[in-house]
């Protein structure tokens, strides 16, 4: 590696990992609320320009997350600063006790602005720290909510850590998905993963599945696994299969030799033997004719009492559906696959197709939480007689 290059990768490194520690330093309740309150007590002052230095001088000075802290200084976006300012410059006449200020151009020329620099702080100081105290209380609220299962929270960030090498962009990605999609964690919870084999994901993205099981088998080992999941993790390995060259690499570079990961098209690539296979929320991108192909080639490649997993949406599921399909358009768009298709089927006939193809199938929801229309078909293959 040239001497330019190293530079340039440790650069990217110690910005980095400034980032991590902008986005994860003085993350208890307590001290998230107190970064919220400081964040706003700061955004609803008339310092425009000087919010984000203010934000890292007193959350130095405190001890708090400054990233958080200019997070929440964002209360005055621009549209709602004309608005706070007045309610803060009215807020400021009414406790001196003087009446509502007319606000005129002719009226300008007779104002006294040292005193409405006066009332301007003094209701900057009473709006401040009641929205400060506020939304605190929120932050606070939902960082206990969280704190209600530190040994979720902990896999959750075990899980992601993996994908800090590839970068903070995949790495927020994964916490999201991990926090917010049941799919992930309900693998686990509800033991649908055999207990050794392996392992074959279709379509598997940044292998965020694999990464889990591998934070799953990290905190068993220290004895902090989630209590009620079925335990003990899968001692599975693993393969897995994507079509977008750019997502593979940043799976390869996350799970490096855990996982042998390859670039490819579902419709031609060959599959190696496995002993679970998923396909979550893969088959509605690929027409009718090639969801069977699709799932027949996987089929073969099943060992005797494998499973299929298969997480798609409900067509039969009403509004959640609309919702789900909705979802799916807007992803599209931002993606910029303008003209992408989708072919949906209802969890009747999902269930139909992989019984005809010869597996016995489970049909469970897989959108808790959520106001999309999910199920999970678990379809499992026979044993040789």
């Given amino acids: 590696m040239t001497t330019k290059k190293k530079t340039k990768s440790r650069a990217a490194r110690e910005i980095q990992d400034v980032l991590y520690k902008l986005r994860t330093e003085g993350m208890s309740p307590e001290k998230q609320a107190a970064a919220v309150a400081l964040g706003v007590f700061i955004g609803v002052t008339p310092l425009y320009g000087l919010h984000l230095a203010l934000c890292i001088l007193f959350a130095r000075l405190f001890r708090l997350n400054a990233g958080l802290a200019y997070l929440a200084a964002h209360v005055s976006l621009p549209g709602i600063t004309p608005f706070l300012l007045l309610a803060e410059l009215e807020t400021g006449r009414r406790l001196r006790g003087q009446s509502y200020l007319r606000i005129h151009i002719h009226d300008l020329k007779h104002l006294d602005f040292r005193q409405v620099a006066l009332d301007l702080t003094l209701g900057t100081m009473l709006i401040g720290a009641v929205l400060a105290a506020l939304l605190a209380l929120l932050a606070w609220w939902l960082a206990r909510k969280r704190q209600a299962h530190p040994e979720i929270e902990a896999l959750l960030e075990e ?143 099943l060992h005797p009492g494998g499973v299929l997993l298969i997480r798609d949406a409900d067509a039969d599921a009403g509004w959640r559906f609309t919702a789900t399909r909705a979802q799916e358009r807007f992803s599209a768009l931002l993606r910029r696959h303008w003209g992408q298709r989708f072919h949906y089927r209802g969890a009747e006939e999902w269930g139909d197709l992989l019984k005809r193809l010869g597996l016995t199938v489970d049909v469970q929801p897989m959108g808790m939480g959520t106001p999309y229309a999910n199920v999970l078909l678990a379809g499992r293959k026979g044993a040789r007689a």
């Fill in 159 to 301: 899980s992601a850590c993996h994908y800090l090498k590839p970068g903070m962009f995949h790495w927020e990605f994964v916490r999201g998905k991990l926090r917010h999609d049941p799919i992930y964690f309900n693998l686990l919870r509800r033991g649908f993963l055999p207990p050794e084999g392996k392992l074959l994901d279709l379509g598997c993205g940044r292998g965020i599945v694999f990464a889990l099981i591998l934070g799953a088998r990290e905190q068993w080992s220290k004895g902090k696994y989630p209590q009620g999941w079925a335990p003990p993790p899968p001692r599975l390995t693993f393969h897995g299969i994507e079509g977008r060259p750019k997502v593979a690499k940043a799976a390869r570079e996350a799970l490096e030799d855990r996982a042998e990961i390859e670039t490819g098209d579902l419709r031609t690539i060959d599959y190696p033997q496995a002993d679970a296979i998923l396909l979550l929320d893969v088959l509605h991108y690929m027409p009718a004719a090639d969801q069977e192909a699709v799932l027949s080639k996987a089929i073969s490649v």
